[in-house]
């Protein structure tokens, strides 16, 4: 998948995560849970199949929690407790394994520098 596109969907939940922490309608939450249950099943899938190991058991055990079909049932105060760590955790994956434009820029120059000495 393209990274731009889970950063994307990185900052899209992290906002929608927040926005969870003001009192809303109950619709609000349900539409918040399914989101964020299809957001950590994406990463998931992306972390098993890119070997990547180290975030998969949180991303698992949020995949669980916002699951959407089995309901996990929380205080108000909990859930608030449970979106910030969410929150946490998905700033931790946009820092962690999406690279940052300045990243491509260093790996293309390296290619360049790579193929130059080559």
């Known amino acids: 998948m393209n990274n731009k596109i889970l950063r994307t969907i990185n900052i899209v939940s992290i906002l929608l995560l927040l926005i969870a922490l003001f009192p809303m309608k109950y619709w609000?939450?349900?539409i918040l849970r399914f989101c964020i249950f299809?957001?950590?099943f994406l990463y998931v899938v992306f972390f098993r199949m890119s070997?990547?190991?180290?975030?998969l058991l949180g991303a698992i055990a949020f995949a669980v929690l916002y699951n959407?079909?089995?309901?996990?049932?929380f205080t108000k105060h909990i859930w608030q407790g449970i979106n910030v760590a969410s929150?946490?955790?998905l700033v931790m994956i946009l820092i962690n394994f999406l690279p940052t434009a300045r990243n491509r820029i260093e790996?293309?120059?390296?290619?360049?520098?790579?193929k130059n000495t080559n």
């Open 68 to 73: 959407p079909i089995i309901k996990i049932h």
């Open 28 to 30: 609000y939450y349900d």
């Open 107 to 114: 790996n293309k120059k390296m290619t360049l520098l790579e």
């Open 51 to 55: 070997n990547q190991n180290k975030f």
């Open 38 to 40: 299809f957001v950590f």
């Open 87 to 89: 929150a946490i955790f």
